[in-house]
């Protein structure tokens, strides 16, 4: 169902997606994750890889182009096995693995977590030991309570906390109700940071 939104001045709607659409106006509107792989499904376009990529995907099929080139994916190597110690060293490609995450639990902190600075420095540590690994997680948890930035793919989480910064005494219903509406418009009407409406009272429509 196509979003539509009412507000002081004139009416557009996102359009269907269908084949004849152009990868400019694909571009223009927000899609769901799952809207877009459905859609890539009936154009029978791979729907692998993040939200960015299959809307670039998707983008340059409707036009006419060449899809953009996959991402590398990282060569996985052989993976750790008990027994490790302090002194193991991180082979090139090792993963985030529960033995791994066993390994730091018990020997380092009960409280620990692949958080994003453990996995690039797994994903980037082959050559170093899982001591280094230990003290790198204890030099980071003071930066790593502080806020970090939300990954483009979290859209609605990174706006929600933009607009609870902006102003700390909405509620989360007005939060929602302000994301509906700021998704509900094209790229170029969309206001950064709180997604008001002109009026502040927009009223969508089936």
Not at 38 to 48: G, Q
Not at 172 to 190: G, L, N, Q, T, V
Request: charge should be positive.
């Amino acid at each position: 169902m196509n979003t539509r939104t009412s507000y002081g001045g004139g009416v557009e709607s996102r359009p269907p997606l269908r084949s004849d659409l152009s990868g400019a106006e694909l571009q223009r509107w927000y899609w769901t994750l799952a809207e877009l792989t459905k859609f890539a499904r009936h154009l029978s376009v791979p729907a692998s890889g993040g939200k960015q990529a299959l809307t670039a995907r998707l983008a340059a099929v409707l036009d006419g182009t060449p899809p953009p080139p996959p991402a590398p994916r990282r060569a996985v190597g052989r993976q750790l096995t008990e027994p490790l110690t302090a002194d193991t060293v991180l082979p090139p490609g090792q993963r985030c693995s529960q033995t791994l995450r066993a390994w730091f639990l018990r020997e380092v902190d009960p409280a620990f977590h692949f958080d994003a600075g453990m996995r690039t420095f797994v994903a980037e540590g082959a050559g170093r030991t899982l001591g280094e690994a230990a003290n790198h997680w204890h030099a980071t948890r003071e930066s790593a309570a502080r806020h970090r930035p939300i990954g483009a793919q979290f859209e609605f989480n990174a706006f929600v906390r933009r607009r609870a910064a902006a102003r700390p005494g909405g509620s989360r219903a007005e939060h929602i109700a302000a994301w509906k509406y700021h998704r509900s418009r094209p790229a170029e009407d969309r206001t950064g940071q709180s997604g008001d409406s002109p009026r502040h009272d927009a009223q969508e429509s089936p």
